[in-house]
Nanobody, 117 residues
Framework: VQLQASGGGLVQTGGSLRLSCKAPRAITSVFNSHDMGWYRQVPGKQRELVAEISAGGRTTYADSVKGRFTISRDNSRKTVALQMNNLKPDDKAVYYC?????????WGQGTLVTVSS
């Protein structure tokens, strides 16, 4: 599944951003069968899971973003979004979307989120 991420940028502490990840070339049924997630990475650290939404719609969040971030998917548009509210300087990272089905995984290009204090 080829993924295209967008929506990163610069925001002040307390602000909001919405990331979007599209799979324009995927067959809809194929997209629907994948668990979709957002990960983030800062220099010198491992990529970490931020939020995930399963093919069935079950959501999982990292403790650090619970109550602030919301992941959603629109299967008809083959899109997964990450609404990020009340952003903090620690949220600064490159964010990657991910599509997973069994042992198979695909990554989008990263999108940089910068939060100024």
């Amino acid at each position: 599944v080829q993924l295209q991420a967008s929506g990163g940028g610069l925001v002040q502490t307390g602000g909001s951003l919405r990331l979007s990840c599209k799979a324009p070339r995927a067959i809809t049924s194929v997209f629907n069968s994948h668990d979709m997630g957002w990960y983030r990475q800062v220099p010198g650290k491992q990529r970490e899971l931020v939020a995930e939404i399963s093919a069935g719609g079950r959501t999982t969040y990292a403790d650090s973003v619970k109550g602030r971030f919301t992941i959603s998917r629109d299967n008809s548009r083959k899109t997964v979004a990450l609404q990020m509210n009340n952003l903090k300087p620690d949220d600064k990272a490159v964010y990657y979307c991910n599509a997973k089905e069994g042992p198979s995984a695909s990554w989008g290009q990263g999108t940089l989120v910068t939060v100024s204090s």
